[in-house]
């Protein structure tokens, strides 16, 4: 970013007036389209419950839909349910996707090259081919409408971008670092707890925040898995506002607010890292 | 590390003791890389493997909800399917069933547009922001947004929007002096509203990984060739795009596997209920699984087919990869 501006003829990153209008104005163009779809349902939501049908309207604001999704339903216990799924599934998946990636990134064990396939292979899965024999394996550990099932079916949608993206980012931490740690004293285990996930922290933050969003917005098994009513993720209680028979759109519009709260905070405090971390998994694949 | 264990490897090959000994000496050379990958083997044989294989064994049956063991109370009864061959995989190939053909068009056209608009306005945005300017935070901010919102609620948001009477989108038609339009009625519209709610999804991570792959070529490179006087355009051509190759390479694999097996968006913007051709192979699986009767092996013979659709194409794109960067 300290480049030298020459003297002279225009140099480069210098641009002329108009260029630097149409540049602004396409990029001010595009983020209002990626806001606009938010700002609207915030906008929606505090219209009061039948605000929706008048969306030009700007009158009768209100926080009546969030009161009422707060306390006449089960929308707090849902959200519980969903940081409990979310958070679980994140720690777990990347704490077992670290040591794999770790291993594959500085050890040659026989295995490796297949296990590195599998990664990217399991990620071709469709969810369709899995759900049914989940379902059923689940069901005979007792695992089905509880946490510890989606958590560990979760895992296994994350754990394999995940271990394939701290891998590529494990090999661009420099392996003199490893040796001097192996030099004082330390297992590999003990280089890779101390010395190794530190640095790592951007490449942990990236992948720690695909699965908590993977989690968080997971539809398909959580429909299926999750049958109590108080074992509900957001995802499926989201769909009793607006089903065939009723559209409670203004409940629906402040509970979506609400679920994305969270996932904006975990995406605040990882974008930073998004762009180092992703570099780095993404040239090695 | 790595050297000592490659090196302890290839002092002990020439040996060649019986093969207990020697597994036992790979074991004592290898047991810590073993242990430490342990658990995601462990997980993904469990939550994986072992579903796939009887996914596949599934598909070679005529499971159904009707015919599969369950427990009614205390009564437990037992599985009656009976295994067919490869009856089901002949039924959807051949067009007896369903229409697969048609799905596939459409999944297939369903990938090629999303990926591609991903990857071309991911790029163009990434160019624009890897320039110094004022706001430049800000915009990436504001850019990066759509990706914190979870899939599910944005496509509920998005289908608010699309809705014919009290859409906003019509709202504004209207006072331009347009016609509602029906947008999740017909199926043409439909396909392309689904079509925009995923790209406007999905841009924000090509445009972040682009960005990345843009910010790892040196600088020198693009002063040398401005120094030899090559035109922007040839710039682009010549040093950015090759630049790019790498992570260009991996995020068009995985934004076509991901397109081909989106649920949420096709799920819900369109509804449950309908059978509708804006439905791609996954939801299609989905739906034979899970309503009406649930024809447990029709959904796994398609998932074990969409599974092989892409397992072709991850293999042809990787050679074909590597074929280009053999000729350069």
């Known amino acids: ?285 | 590390m790595t050297a000592a264990v490659t090196s302890t490897n290839t002092t002990t090959a020439p040996a060649r003791p019986g093969l207990a000994a020697r597994a036992r000496r790979s074991f004592d050379t290898h047991w810590y890389a073993w242990a430490m990958v342990l658990p995601v083997v462990v997980v993904l044989a469990v939550l994986v493997g072992y579903p796939l294989g009887r996914g596949i064994y599934l598909s070679l049956t005529d499971a159904n909800e009707a015919n599969v063991g369950r427990t009614i109370g205390v009564n437990h009864i037992p599985s009656t399917y009976e295994f067919v061959g490869l009856d089901n995989y002949w039924k959807v190939l051949s067009g007896q069933e369903g229409h697969f053909y048609g799905r596939l068009g459409w999944t297939v056209a369903w990938t090629a547009a999303c990926v591609f608009l991903h990857y071309t306005l991911g790029l163009g945005l990434a160019l624009l922001l890897n320039r110094r300017m004022r706001f430049r935070g800000l915009y990436r901010v504001l850019l990066i947004l759509p990706w914190a919102v979870p899939a599910f609620v944005a496509t509920f948001s998005w289908r608010l929007m699309f809705n014919e009477k009290y859409g906003v989108l019509n709202a504004i038609l209207e006072q331009l002096g347009m016609g509602a339009v029906d947008w999740l009625g017909d199926s043409t519209l439909q396909k392309m509203a689904a079509v925009a709610v995923n790209v406007w999804l999905g841009v924000p991570f090509m445009m972040v990984a682009i960005l990345g792959g843009l910010q790892s070529i040196p600088a020198e490179l693009h002063e040398a060739a401005e120094m030899d006087g090559a035109s922007p355009w040839q710039r682009f051509r010549h040093v950015t795009l090759p630049g790019l190759r790498p992570v260009s390479g991996t995020v068009i694999l995985l934004g076509t596997i991901w397109t081909f097996n989106m649920f949420q968006v096709i799920y819900l913007l369109i509804g449950q209920g309908a059978s509708s051709e804006s439905e791609i192979l996954v939801t299609y699986s989905y739906r034979l699984a899970f309503q009406g009767i649930r024809d447990y092996a029709g959904s796994a013979t398609y998932g074990i087919l969409i599974l092989s659709l892409l397992l072709v194409f991850a293999v042809f794109y990787r050679r074909l990869l590597a074929r280009q960067e053999e000729a350069r």
């Not at chain 1, 104005?25 to 039948?50: E, Q």
């Not at chain 1, 995802?235 to 629906?252: C, D, N, S």
Request: proline share 4%.
């Open chain 1, 1 to 285: 970013m300290t480049r030298k501006v020459r003297a002279g003829v225009r140099a480069r990153g210098e641009r002329s007036r108009g260029a630097s209008v149409a540049l602004h104005a396409t990029l001010v163009v595009a983020s209002l389209v990626s806001l606009f779809p938010v700002l609207f349902i915030v906008f929606v939501s505090l219209r009061g419950r039948d605000g929706w049908q008048e969306p030009t309207e700007f009158s009768g604001f209100g926080f009546g839909n969030y009161t009422h999704i707060l306390n006449e339903t089960k929308f707090l216990t849902w959200f519980g349910n969903s940081v409990i799924v979310a958070l679980g599934a994140t720690v777990v998946g990347v704490l077992i996707a670290a040591t794999a990636g770790y291993a594959v990134s500085r050890m040659r064990f026989p295995g490796r090259r297949p296990l590195m396939w599998t990664f990217l292979v399991v990620q071709m899965f469709p969810m369709a081919v899995l759900i049914v024999p989940l379902y059923n394996i689940l069901g005979q550990m007792g695992l089905l409408d509880s946490y510890g099932g989606l958590i560990l079916t979760y895992c296994s949608i994350s754990v394999p971008f995940c271990a394939w993206m701290l891998k590529g980012y494990f090999d661009s931490i420099p392996a003199e670092i490893d040796e001097a740690g192996r030099v004082d004293g330390l297992t590999p285990f003990g280089t890779f707890w101390r010395l190794i996930l530190p640095l790592a922290r951007p490449g942990l933050a990236v992948t720690g925040f695909y699965s908590f969003i993977t989690a968080w917005g997971e539809v398909a098994f959580a429909s299926q898995f999750m049958s109590s009513e108080e074992h509900y993720t957001l995802a499926v209680g989201l769909q009793t506002f607006v089903g065939q028979q009723k559209a409670e759109w203004g409940l629906m519009t402040a509970a979506a607010v609400l679920i994305t709260v969270p996932a904006g905070l975990a995406f605040f405090f990882a974008q930073r890292h998004l762009v180092a971390g992703l570099t780095a998994g993404g040239t090695k694949g």
